[in-house]
């Protein structure tokens, strides 16, 4: 019998709920932790975890902004990182550059971390069609969504396959190539973008409740 892989979560405290909901029970050895920025604790936390030295065979770090030193990423065999948007967005501005470049679908995308973020391999990309006359809070939660699909998707694979046959799973598409096709954005650049699509079209950074279609409870995962 194989031994269960040893799996670390980082994840964001606006998904803190629905990670616990996915990782549920599972027999895997499954550490996680939520980052905050601003919160010593957190960081002294993360840092005690990256630095066990048993290592780990997986991390997934789902929806948060830590960066895994050089240090850490070499003691994770597989370093898998979820961002809020599709290939053709990565850096910042996320939630915002769909609208601001009129796109039709936001979504999310896993792909390899190594030490430039949101650089390594494309692994997989999960879309969502971005309804007419959606704003900011609508596509904030529609990225959320796509992180959470892919998260439970692949979680799932590492715990209930066999190892063999997970690996075998990230070897297809890491052979193709790294798979981003939009430049890095900054932090500037994305300011820049912000502040005049802001003046432009103002209604779509009103605050309004986000429609009820997007706020349904995590759904229960059959573990047949």
Not at 201 to 211: A, F, G, H, N
């Amino acid at each position: 019998m194989e031994k269960p892989l040893r799996i670390l979560v980082i994840g964001d405290p606006c998904l803190k709920d629905e990670i616990s909901h996915i990782v549920g029970s599972s027999s895997a050895d499954v550490s996680v932790v939520i980052w905050q920025k601003q919160s010593a604790h957190a960081r002294s936390l993360i840092e005690a975890a990256w630095r066990e030295e048993a290592g780990w065979d997986i991390a997934f770090s789902v929806y948060s902004d830590y960066v895994l030193p050089s240090r850490g990423l070499d003691r994770i065999r597989v370093p898998l990182n979820i961002h809020p948007a599709l290939p053709s967005h990565p850096g910042v501005g996320y939630d915002v550059l769909p609208l601001i470049d009129g796109e039709k679908k936001c979504g999310a995308t896993m792909h390899w971390m190594d030490e430039q973020i949101d650089h390594g391999v494309v692994l997989e990309s999960s879309s969502m069609e971005i309804p007419q006359n959606a704003n900011y809070p609508v596509v904030r939660k529609l990225n959320q969504m796509a992180v959470l699909s892919l998260f439970e998707k692949w979680f799932r694979l590492a715990t209930g396959t066999t190892q063999s046959a997970f690996f075998e799973r990230l070897r297809v598409p890491v052979s193709q190539g790294r798979g981003w096709t939009g430049p890095y954005v900054s932090e500037a650049v994305r300011t820049a973008k912000l502040n005049d699509f802001q003046r432009m079209d103002p209604v779509k950074w009103e605050k309004y409740e986000i429609p009820p279609a997007l706020m349904s409870p995590p759904r229960k995962v059959s573990r047949a």
